[in-house]
């Protein structure tokens, strides 16, 4: 394995010296105190004391039973410099691992991993695939990745986030753009006793958003592709809430294979350009729709829709005869706006306050539901304005205080 696998493997200990006592982190400033410092399996804190750039084969990758490791970037950079090279990983390690505050940059050229790892915690991390390969593999349970982004930059195919083993995954706050697919979470048939969960994410890529093989649920998140929005492989559990799907080209929104019989949309909106596709269950498949908003394209069903009320399409082939279920030419809603992942209701349109039973209290952007008489349809929220107050108060000095400041809509995702 080439230095660039090393860039993980040994993070997991901390020194003053193989096997010597821990009393703060190590602080590394050249690629050999990193390559030493990762491949030492007692050092439990690593800290980056400079930007530092790794060049091909220099180091060991961390073992097995190494003990859990903290590397603390303190907004750094650690770069492969590898090229031309046959790297697998830039960062490789094979036991428990938190990285926080640190950018990881990938290999200019070759088709390596940026960041493989058996059980992961991300916090603050930025992660930078230059050309092909993936961003993150995470191939242990219970990972986590937290405020962080992945940038698939150049013209490559990689995957932004690869997750092998989904018992325990939280992904929440995570960012992936450009080339390629966003996530693919995989272990299609294998038991899963804690399913994975995405959260408060934004995920617009070139080809696949989110592939998903096995329960999952996403909630207050956008998922964008240009081919695929949302791929369903497994016959398990997928929920989808407050979330937008959304496809830049003549894609799919949401496909699923043949047999998976438990996909619901509750609070979704699906925005597709004309020509799109916005729902195609397979061949036996049932997708469940609930206070969901299909705007443009059709549906090719060769499974079926099933309705528990207040939806909205655009197209006869995509109509549901549930309660409160409508065909609108305009369901009005503004422009889909990429750089947030949503699109908001029109003021004075069909999908304000229409909603009988809510979900789960609070839209994409976090604003509670519902803001008037009832939610409304879709992923967001039409915030209420409130008006200005013009209550006075007396001060402990005797003066008076200014009226307060309104509060006029959410704190908007801002992507």
Same mark, same amino acid.
């Given at each position: 394995?080439?230095?660039? @696998?090393?860039?993980?493997?040994? /993070?997991?200990?901390?020194?003053?010296?193989?096997?010597?006592?821990?009393?703060?982190?190590?602080?590394?400033?050249?690629?050999?105190?990193?390559?030493?410092?990762?491949?030492?399996?007692?050092?439990?804190?690593?800290?980056?004391?400079?930007?530092?750039?790794?060049?091909?084969?220099?180091?060991?990758?961390?073992?097995?039973?190494?003990?859990?490791?903290?590397?603390?970037?303190?907004?750094?950079?650690?770069?492969?410099?590898?090229?031309?090279?046959?790297?697998?990983?830039?960062?490789?390690?094979?036991?428990?691992?938190?990285?926080?505050?640190?950018?990881?940059?990938?290999?200019?050229?070759?088709?390596?991993?940026?960041?493989?790892?058996?059980?992961?915690?991300?916090?603050?991390?930025?992660?930078?695939?230059?050309?092909?390969?993936?961003?993150?593999?995470?191939?242990?349970?219970?990972?986590?990745?937290?405020?962080?982004?992945?940038?698939?930059?150049?013209?490559?195919?990689?995957?932004?986030?690869? /997750?092998?083993?989904?018992?325990?995954?939280?992904?929440?706050?995570?960012?992936?753009?450009?080339?390629?697919?966003?996530?693919?979470?995989?272990?299609?048939?294998?038991?899963?006793?804690?399913?994975?969960?995405?959260?408060?994410? +934004?995920?617009?890529?070139?080809?696949?958003?989110?592939?998903?093989?096995?329960?999952?649920?996403?909630?207050?998140?956008?998922?964008?592709?240009?081919?695929?929005?949302?791929?369903?492989?497994?016959?398990?559990?997928?929920?989808?809430?407050?979330?937008?799907?959304?496809?830049?080209?003549?894609?799919?929104?949401?496909?699923?294979?043949?047999?998976?019989?438990?996909?619901?949309?509750?609070?979704?909106?699906?925005?597709?350009?004309?020509?799109?596709?916005?729902?195609?269950?397979?061949? +036996?498949?049932?997708?469940?729709? +609930?206070?969901?908003?299909?705007?443009?394209?059709?549906?090719?069903?060769?499974?079926?829709?099933?309705?528990?009320?207040?939806?909205?399409?655009?197209?006869?082939?995509?109509?549901?005869?549930?309660?409160?279920?409508?065909?609108?030419?305009?369901?009005?809603?503004?422009?889909?706006?990429?750089?947030?992942?949503?699109?908001?209701?029109?003021?004075?349109?069909?999908?304000?306050?229409?909603?009988?039973?809510?979900?789960?209290?609070?839209?994409?952007?976090?604003?509670?539901?519902?803001?008037?008489?009832?939610?409304?349809?879709?992923?967001?929220?039409?915030? @209420?304005?409130?008006?200005?107050?013009?209550?006075?108060?007396?001060?402990?000095?005797?003066?008076?205080?200014?009226?307060?400041?309104?509060?006029?809509?959410?704190?908007?995702?801002?992507?």
């Amino acid at each position: 394995m080439g230095a660039a @696998a090393l860039l993980v493997a040994a /993070v997991i200990g901390g020194r003053p010296g193989i096997g010597s006592a821990q009393t703060g982190p190590v602080v590394v400033t050249t690629a050999e105190e990193w390559v030493a410092a990762l491949s030492d399996p007692l050092v439990e804190a690593i800290a980056l004391g400079l930007d530092i750039e790794v060049g091909c084969g220099a180091g060991a990758a961390r073992p097995t039973g190494s003990v859990p490791v903290v590397v603390d970037g303190d907004d750094h950079t650690l770069t492969d410099g590898c090229v031309g090279g046959a790297e697998t990983a830039s960062t490789s390690v094979d036991a428990p691992s938190t990285w926080r505050d640190i950018t990881l940059v990938g290999a200019a050229d070759g088709s390596a991993t940026v960041l493989l790892a058996s059980q992961l915690s991300l916090e603050r991390v930025t992660v930078v695939v230059r050309n092909g390969g993936d961003g993150v593999v995470a191939s242990g349970l219970a990972s986590t990745i937290v405020d962080s982004t992945i940038e698939l930059a150049g013209d490559g195919a990689g995957t932004g986030l690869v /997750v092998d083993s989904r018992d325990g995954l939280v992904v929440d706050g995570l960012r992936v753009s450009g080339a390629g697919d966003g996530i693919d979470v995989g272990d299609a048939g294998v038991p899963v006793s804690d399913p994975p969960t995405i959260r408060d994410s +934004h995920i617009a890529v070139r080809s696949i958003g989110l592939a998903i093989s096995g329960p999952v649920t996403i909630e207050r998140s956008s998922v964008e592709g240009a081919s695929v929005a949302v791929l369903v492989f497994a016959q398990d559990a997928v929920v989808i809430r407050d979330s937008t799907l959304a496809v830049s080209s003549a894609g799919r929104a949401l496909s699923t294979e043949q047999l998976v019989r438990d996909v619901t949309l509750d609070q979704v909106t699906v925005v597709v350009p004309p020509g799109a596709s916005s729902l195609e269950p397979g061949l +036996h498949s049932v997708v469940t729709l +609930h206070a969901t908003v299909l705007a443009g394209g059709t549906c090719f069903l060769l499974g079926r829709l099933a309705s528990e009320g207040d939806n909205i399409a655009t197209d006869d082939s995509c109509a549901t005869t549930g309660t409160g279920d409508r065909v609108l030419a305009d369901p009005g809603l503004e422009p889909y706006d990429a750089a947030r992942g949503w699109a908001a209701p029109t003021a004075d349109g069909p999908l304000v306050d229409a909603v009988a039973e809510c979900g789960s209290g609070a839209d994409q952007t976090g604003a509670v539901r519902p803001s008037g008489a009832a939610c409304d349809i879709g992923a967001i929220e039409l915030q @209420a304005v409130v008006p200005p107050s013009t209550t006075t108060t007396t001060t402990p000095g005797g003066g008076t205080a200014p009226p307060a400041t309104p509060v006029v809509g959410p704190a908007r995702f801002t992507g």
